[in-house]
């Protein structure tokens, strides 16, 4: 089974940007979708972006497009969330997560493989 590992949240002004990493041990993402999620204080977890690692087909919530971009690098078994213009509201810890497969979904339930969160904080 694959594991994931997130790293590179931060703080960061509103307009600012951070980059996110998702990170693969145990096996590669091949024959995955991959995933991320976040979590506001006092709000559900919800889907951010997803990506299918076989042919990077991507998916993303309305709240987000356009100014987060989702990528993989296949050499370094790694996804990366590129994450421009943030605002306040973007604030919430970040998680990635897995699920085998090749259906792309934004329902977290579908996803089995999650990483332990990063923060991100924007400030007004």
């Known amino acids: 089974q694959v594991q994931v590992v997130e790293s590179g949240g931060g703080l960061v002004q509103a307009g600012g940007s951070l980059r996110l990493s998702c990170a693969a041990s145990g096996r590669t993402f091949s024959g995955y979708v991959v995933g991320w999620f976040r979590q506001a204080p006092g709000k559900e977890r919800e889907f951010v972006v997803s990506i299918r690692w076989s042919d990077g087909n991507t998916d993303y919530a309305d709240a987000v497009k356009d100014r987060f971009t989702i990528s993989r690098d296949n050499a370094k078994n790694t996804v990366y969330l590129q994450m421009n213009s943030l605002k306040p509201e973007d604030t919430a810890v970040y998680y990635c997560?897995?699920?085998?497969?090749?259906?792309?979904?934004?329902?977290?339930?579908?996803?089995?493989?999650w990483g332990q969160g990063t923060q991100v904080t924007v400030s007004s």
């Open positions: 997560a897995a699920r085998l497969g090749t259906y792309p979904s934004r329902s977290r339930a579908m996803y089995v493989y």
